[in-house]
Nanobody, 115 residues
Framework: QVQLVESGGGLVQPGGSLRLSCTTSITIFSIAEMAWYRQAPGKQRELVAAITRSGRANYADSVKGRFTISRDNAKKTVNLQMNGLKPEDTAVYYC?????????WGQGTQVTVSS
């Protein structure tokens, strides 16, 4: 059974930084496509950033230049470095893994940006 364990959420002031991490139990992490999504109250879940198996990243326009997604295949981990956080970044952030045609989700981690 595939498991995704997220960490790193919390409360931060506007302009601050947080680093989210997601670790998985899958056997061949290097072939997985990874992504971070978020869902704010009353809104649909949206893609924040994704990284392919070859390391190519893409971002939502709202986070370009502020967020960086990265992966460590040896540690089976994907990270999301979030800088210049804004109140509108407040949401539950979910790790997503695509592996052999199936989608897997983490339990979510809360990020709150507030003064």
């Amino acid at each position: 059974q595939v498991q995704l364990v997220e960490s790193g959420g919390g409360l931060v002031q506007p302009g601050g930084s947080l680093r989210l991490s997601c670790t998985t139990s899958i056997t061949i992490f290097s072939i997985a496509e990874m992504a971070w999504y978020r869902q704010a109250p009353g809104k649909q879940r949206e893609l924040v950033a994704a990284i392919t198996r070859s390391g190519r990243a893409n971002y939502a326009d709202s986070v370009k230049g502020r967020f960086t997604i990265s992966r460590d295949n040896a540690k089976k981990t994907v990270n999301l470095q979030m800088n210049g956080l804004k109140p509108e970044d407040t949401a539950v952030y979910y790790c997503n893994l695509q592996y052999f045609g199936s989608d897997y989700w983490g339990q979510g981690t809360q990020v709150t940006v507030s003064s």
